[in-house]
């Protein structure tokens, strides 16, 4: 079955550096990859959808790539801000069912 | 625009007892719509999915069930909890046949005493 690692340990970095977040997944090929931020207490919320046949996907201050290859996905902010402090998932698709599956998440701690 | 709504925001219930969560879309028709559960701490656990009116697929299997009575609610159900069935439920609904995000509700938190 589809296993999927991120970073379990808190990402603690200084303000205005660029954060880097993994995302490892194996026994599967997803036909692409979504990432979403979640703040305590909420439900998490889409930031950003690549495909397999796409390297790198940017918005704004977001960027994310897709190794097929490595089996990984890489997700950057740049210039963080304290208010980018929040836990980011990662999910796969289950192959043509419509429904995803997400990873346990990596929590982002900015300091000012 | 679309939105979700899923209630009630909080819940505490005592072991053996029953439960109902209701989970409402509007501003959009026909949408697949998913129940997960996320322990403290943890990923998102997928316990139900559906992509049309008494359409459900069961992911876990467990004492909840699902059920699906209109196109636009998503309904989460349980005869008698167990102190397990503790933490956070969060409804959400994805457009089309596939590789579409997927839009949550504001959850509501499970604490059975």
């Known amino acids: 079955s589809q296993k999927i690692e991120q970073n379990s340990e808190a990402l603690n970095i200084q303000e205005g550096k660029t954060a880097t977040l993994t995302c490892n997944y194996t026994?599967?090929?997803?036909?692409?990859l979504q990432w979403y931020r979640q703040d305590p207490g909420r439900g998490p919320v889409f930031l950003l959808l690549?495909?397999?046949?796409?390297k790198e996907k940017r918005k704004e201050r977001l960027k994310v790539t897709f190794d097929t290859t490595l089996k990984q996905s890489l997700f950057h902010i740049t210039a963080s801000q304290p208010a980018d402090s929040a836990t980011y998932l990662c999910?796969?698709?289950?192959?043509?069912?419509?429904?995803?599956?997400f990873g346990s998440g990596t929590r982002l701690q900015v300091q000012p | 625009s679309q939105t979700i709504h899923q209630w009630p925001a909080t819940l505490v219930q005592p072991v053996g007892s029953p439960l109902s969560l209701e989970c409402t879309v509007e501003g959009t028709s026909n949408p697949n719509l998913y129940w997960y559960r996320q322990a403290a701490g943890r990923g998102l656990q997928l316990l139900f999915y559906?992509?049309?009116?008494?359409?459900i697929s069961s992911e876990v299997p467990q004492n909840l069930s699902a059920s699906r009575p209109q196109d636009r609610q998503f309904i989460l159900s349980s005869k008698k909890l167990l102190l397990s069935d503790s933490g956070f439920y969060l409804c959400a609904w994805s457009a089309g046949q596939g590789n579409q995000p997927q839009h949550f509700g504001d959850g509501t938190r499970l604490s059975i005493l």
């Open positions: 026994n599967y090929s997803p036909a692409y």
């Open positions: 559906s992509v049309g009116i008494g359409q």
């Open positions: 999910a796969l698709d289950r192959g043509g069912r419509r429904a995803l599956t």
């Open positions: 690549i495909r397999e046949n796409e």
